[in-house]
């Protein structure tokens, strides 16, 4: 059985606070476990408690990155297991055209960013570049691809026995996708997403907000909703949630978004302590 | 039909909001799209046509030489850049819809994407006097 739990869905920058504990904080950072195989979407600040509560019998851990933008990576350096020499940490992240996968995560590893580098961790990561393609980490079997993000970014789609998840955290699907949302042979992120059981999906912006952010890369939460229609997926969690938002505001922009539309699929706004089985 | 690399998603998207005319290619020549002021040039509309398939396309656009005798589709921009996957240009004839002789100029330039995986080719041309 595939076990999804969310340690982090916020968006841009962590978000801590009273008024945001119900959809939480921490930015993105989704575990992916079946038995003692174990995958992290994204390093996030989310990561760090992920680390001290990680179930010890695991051995190995697959962190896949979408892409190197901070939200997605600041919290690599404070994930415990990767100091535990027992324990063997991979990275998994997108190809880009000139730099290595491994020289950029060393930009991170390294000051002012922080102290401690990768060569002198207990155990050297592994690292593999991602861009177009498919493979497996025990039973899972994994697609990755470009998506329409500033930079390098890439979505998954994780299937284990007949169920899928995708997760696409930063999206902008309008921008790059021709007459959205009818045709989804032009539509970036199609693919990931046709007919999942699970999709987790950028939706930070309102409609007016998206008009204003043209291009910095990510969806409006009705956008989002369009493109789980088109994809026919059965259940969606709206995801990166904006750091300005408190929870009664998400609430209020999820509503709106929602009036008057009868979608035929479960959708709720992503929370940080969710789980799901598929 | 599987959706398009996003590569080709944007290339697509790009060319759809200019003035010049341009045609995106598979990496087997078929035509994915082209935009207006292609059609405007060819007599026809994307919306009414969609992609089309090599040889289907390649009756429609029938290059020739200044003596009217028409080119070898191997010598043609866009054919050598999908062979070579180099950009390349070049210059011919066409008849514009309403039968006129048009000089044309053609630039094309493979599209490969990160990490080196060609996708096709986009050509742009330019309508100029010979
Ligand atoms: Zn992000
Ligand atoms: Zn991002």
Redesign the interface.
């Known amino acids: 059985m595939m076990k999804i739990r969310v340690w982090g869905c916020r968006g841009s920058l962590p978000a801590p606070g009273p008024e945001n504990n119900y959809y939480g904080g921490n930015t993105s950072c989704v575990e992916v476990t079946d038995g003692e195989t174990c995958l992290i979407l994204d390093a996030g600040s989310g990561i760090q408690r992920l680390g001290r509560f990680i179930d010890p019998k695991i051995k190995e851990i697959h962190i896949l990155l979408t892409h190197l933008h901070i939200d997605h990576t600041m919290g690599m350096g404070f994930f415990l297991p990767l100091y535990n020499p027992s324990v063997k940490v991979h990275f998994w992240g ?4 000139v730099t290595p996968l491994l020289l950029r995560l060393r930009r991170y590893f390294s000051p002012p960013f922080f102290p401690v580098r990768l060569a002198d961790l207990p155990n050297h990561p592994e690292i593999h ?1 991602l ?2 393609n498919d493979f497996s980490i025990g039973e899972f079997q994994i697609h990755s ?4 993000h500033p930079g ?1 970014t890439l979505g998954f789609r994780v299937r284990l026995g007949k169920k899928t998840f995708a997760y696409i955290p930063d999206h902008e699907v309008r ?4 007459h959205f949302p009818t045709n ?5 992120g ?2 990931l997403a ?1 007919k999942v059981d699970l999709l987790f999906h950028d939706g930070g912006y309102t409609v007016p907000e998206y008009e204003q952010k043209l291009g910095w890369g990510h969806s409006a939460v009705e956008d989002t909703l369009d493109f789980a229609t088109l994809c026919q997926v059965k259940h969606l969690a709206i995801f990166h949630h904006e750091p300005n938002n408190t929870d009664a505001q998400l609430e209020s922009i999820f509503a709106d978004s929602m009036k008057g539309k009868d979608l035929g699929f479960e959708v709720e706004l992503c929370r940080e302590g969710a789980e799901y089985f598929l | ?7 080709l ?2 290339g ?2 790009f060319v ?1 909001t200019l003035s010049l005319p341009a045609f995106l290619v598979d990496p087997e020549g078929n035509l994915l799209f082209y935009n207006e002021p292609a059609g405007v040039i060819f007599g026809l509309n994307f919306g009414e046509t969609g992609g089309m398939r090599v040889e289907e396309w390649s009756t429609v656009f029938t290059p020739f030489d200044e003596y009217g005798k028409p080119i070898d589709p191997e010598e043609l921009p866009l054919v050598k850049t999908l062979r070579n996957q180099t950009p390349n240009s070049g210059s011919f004839y066409i008849h514009s819809m309403n039968g006129d002789k048009i000089h044309i100029k053609v630039n094309s330039f493979p599209i490969i ?3 080196e ?1 060609f996708l096709g080719a986009l050509a742009l041309f330019w309508k100029t006097d010979p």
């Not at chain 1, 989804?184 to 970036?188: A, C, F, N, R, V």
């Not at chain 2, 039909?1 to 590569?7: C, G, H, I, K, R």
């Open positions: 997108p190809s880009s055209s570049e861009a177009f691809e470009y998506v329409c390098p921008l790059g996708s021709t989804p042979e032009w539509t970036s199609f693919e046709n | 039909m599987p959706a398009q690399p996003l590569e998603i944007l697509r998207q759809d994407a990160r990490p995986r």
